[in-house]
């Protein structure tokens, strides 16, 4: 999956680049190593950084509320592009 990815304030979210949806990030996996790249490569705290993960999307219970939502699952960590957008730009 390659996409924006955004943390701050202990939640990280995934923009996928191809569907333009929003997903949560579970913290699990290979999320880590997402989370590090972040934080060395992000130009200001929560601005987004475009990332290529292999990820799945799994119902998981939302941080509040009930029920389930779409959550992406990093398997891994593959690369990220700072100061790229979905553009490619």
């Not at 990280?12 to 997402?34: K, L, N, T």
């Not at 950084?49 to 990820?55: E, G, K, N, P, S």
């Amino acid at each position: 999956m390659r996409g924006l990815f955004t943390y701050m304030a202990d939640a990280a979210v995934f923009e996928d680049c191809v569907s333009g949806r929003r997903y949560p990030v579970a913290m699990e996996a290979d999320y880590i190593s997402v989370e590090r790249a972040y934080l060395e490569a992000r130009s200001e705290p929560g601005a987004p950084l475009l990332v290529l993960i292999r990820a799945r999307v799994e119902q998981r219970p939302p941080m509040e509320g009930d029920g389930e939502i779409d959550t992406v699952v990093v398997e891994e960590f593959k690369a990220a592009f700072p100061g790229e957008d979905c553009s490619g730009e």
